[in-house]
């Protein structure tokens, strides 16, 4: 099983001309509410990637979250470890994706600041813990820490870019990073490295294996495993909103239930992620197992 425990958002998706400069307001025919967030997203996309999820986060009792949830029913997540706080506003998501399909995503956290403590009993023994950075750190840490205890093994995604120490570092057994959050991650633990490959291996003398995202020219991993590296899907670029999510989903899902070797289930991450840019939106775009596989075997 893989727990996901991380935000839950409601997305506005606005596709612009142009995103608006300061003092700027730029007007688009219209915007789509879709579900969204790094941790639902990584949720629903391992799930469609034939995982068995279970996610741990918290939406307020309001309108807002009818979208999200709904996202989590039709995927098939289980949804137990959703806090429903009264009172309390479900986090929004403002995304604008420009013509080149670039975002540009402001979050509003509310409820995700209110995620309810990780358990044990949320963790499968010999599972798999997701998560990212948009509820408090703190609770993240306190969740490594629990998961160290169960068995479980985990997976962190550090978006958006927040500070982690060298001691939580090696506790994580994959981190997850895009070239721009590697970078900011080096300068922030004060380590040298240069080039994208040289930030991996630094980063993974501290202990994890570290996957770095190329977009779309790939990914590049390095850890105990020697250096992988793989390519992309070509696919026409609609919206890269959620990729990298649809990359961390499918991971775990393809290390998971289908306990693939690693280097096959980064080949399954980046081509689920391709695939996630070649509609508008996060969620609304991440392809099934099925489809994931169909496109690997089409070259
Ligand atoms: O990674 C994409 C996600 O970032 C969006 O769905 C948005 O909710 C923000 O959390």
């Given at each position: 099983?893989?727990?996901?425990?991380?935000s839950?958002?409601?997305?506005?998706?606005s596709?612009?001309?142009?995103?608006p400069a300061?003092?700027?307001?730029?007007?688009?025919?219209?915007?789509?509410?879709?579900p969204?967030?790094?941790?639902?997203?990584q949720?629903?996309a391992?799930?469609?990637?034939?995982?068995?999820v279970?996610?741990?986060?918290a939406?307020g009792?309001?309108?807002l979250?009818?979208?999200?949830?709904?996202?989590?029913?039709?995927?098939?997540v289980?949804?137990?470890?959703?806090?429903?706080?009264?009172?309390?506003?479900?986090a929004?998501?403002?995304?604008?994706?420009?013509a080149a399909?670039?975002?540009?995503?402001?979050?509003?956290?509310?409820?995700?600041g209110?995620?309810?403590?990780?358990?044990?009993?949320?963790?499968?023994?010999?599972?798999?813990?997701?998560?990212q950075?948009?509820i408090?750190?703190?609770?993240?840490?306190d969740?490594?820490?629990?998961?160290?205890?169960?068995?479980?093994k985990?997976i962190?995604?550090?978006?958006?870019?927040?500070?982690?120490?060298?001691?939580?570092?090696?506790?994580?057994?994959?981190?997850v990073?895009?070239?721009?959050?590697?970078?900011?991650?080096?300068?922030?633990?004060g380590?040298d490295?240069?080039?994208?490959?040289?930030?991996?291996?630094?980063?993974?003398?501290?202990?994890p294996?570290?996957?770095?995202?190329?977009?779309?020219?790939?990914?590049?991993?390095?850890?105990?495993?020697?250096?992988?590296?793989?390519?992309?899907l070509?696919?026409?670029?609609?919206?890269?909103?959620?990729?990298?999510?649809?990359?961390?989903?499918?991971?775990?899902?393809?290390?998971d239930?289908?306990s693939?070797?690693?280097?096959?289930?980064?080949?399954f991450?980046?081509?689920?992620?391709s695939?996630?840019?070649?509609?508008?939106?996060?969620?609304?775009?991440?392809?099934?197992?099925?489809?994931?596989?169909?496109?690997?075997?089409?070259?």
């Amino acid at each position: 099983m893989i727990t996901v425990y991380g935000s839950i958002n409601l997305d506005v998706v606005s596709k612009m001309t142009h995103f608006p400069a300061a003092g700027e307001t730029v007007l688009t025919p219209e915007a789509l509410p879709s579900p969204g967030g790094k941790g639902a997203n990584q949720a629903v996309a391992a799930a469609r990637a034939g995982g068995a999820v279970y996610m741990v986060g918290a939406v307020g009792a309001d309108g807002l979250s009818v979208i999200p949830l709904e996202a989590f029913r039709e995927a098939g997540v289980d949804m137990r470890g959703v806090a429903v706080l009264p009172g309390e506003t479900t986090a929004i998501a403002s995304v604008m994706v420009d013509a080149a399909g670039e975002n540009r995503i402001v979050v509003a956290s509310n409820a995700n600041g209110r995620a309810p403590a990780l358990t044990a009993d949320h963790l499968a023994p010999s599972g798999i813990l997701l998560m990212q950075m948009e509820i408090p750190y703190r609770s993240n840490w306190d969740a490594l820490a629990v998961s160290k205890k169960r068995g479980a093994k985990v997976i962190l995604n550090l978006a958006p870019f927040g500070p982690v120490d060298k001691e939580l570092l090696s506790q994580v057994d994959i981190l997850v990073v895009n070239e721009g959050e590697a970078a900011a991650l080096i300068r922030h633990l004060g380590m040298d490295a240069e080039s994208t490959e040289e930030k991996a291996w630094a980063l993974s003398a501290l202990g994890p294996t570290v996957v770095i995202t190329l977009g779309g020219a790939g990914y590049l991993c390095a850890g105990k495993a020697g250096l992988i590296v793989g390519k992309a899907l070509n696919v026409e670029v609609i919206d890269t909103t959620g990729a990298g999510d649809a990359f961390c989903g499918c991971l775990a899902a393809a290390l998971d239930g289908e306990s693939m070797p690693l280097h096959e289930a980064l080949r399954f991450a980046a081509a689920g992620a391709s695939l996630a840019c070649t509609k508008l939106g996060a969620q609304t775009a991440y392809a099934s197992k099925d489809e994931i596989a169909a496109r690997i075997s089409a070259g």
